[in-house]
């Protein structure tokens, strides 16, 4: 598994240079509005998107390696008694994926994935912010 966290920012370009200087390391992808790294020390899924709102921590979350342990996650996620949120073919962040959403009692959003391959544009999936998920 990978710990992932999304940003949003307000100036991708100079988060951009900020995170490659921490990191040691450039954007494994990167487009006009947004970037990733995979890294491995740490282990992390460290994305960034460019947003006219609110910045800050948008999601955290776990990125499983198969499609099997990412159903090991959801199984744990349903045995916490949260309500959760499936987008069995999600689309968002140049990736199509299977994504299970849930809400700790704090209200933090947590967004559990795998990913299937790369599509050419960002895409739009992501949790719900109504009833749907996570009340």
Known sequence: KRFHVNLSVADLEKSVEFYNTLFASEPTMK???????????PRINFSISQSSNATGINHIGLQADTVAELGE???????????????????????????????????????????????????????????????
């Open 31 to 41: 487009k006009n509005d947004y970037a990733k790294w995979m890294l491995d020390d």
């Open 73 to 135: 996650i959801q199984d744990r996620l349903h045995a916490a008694e949260q309500q959760t949120y499936e987008q069995p073919a999600a689309e968002c962040c140049y990736a199509k994926s299977t994504k299970t959403w849930v809400r700790d009692p704090d209200q933090v959003t947590w967004e559990t994935f795998v990913t299937h391959g790369s599509i050419t544009h960002y895409g739009t999936d992501g949790a719900p912010q109504d009833e749907r998920c996570c009340a």
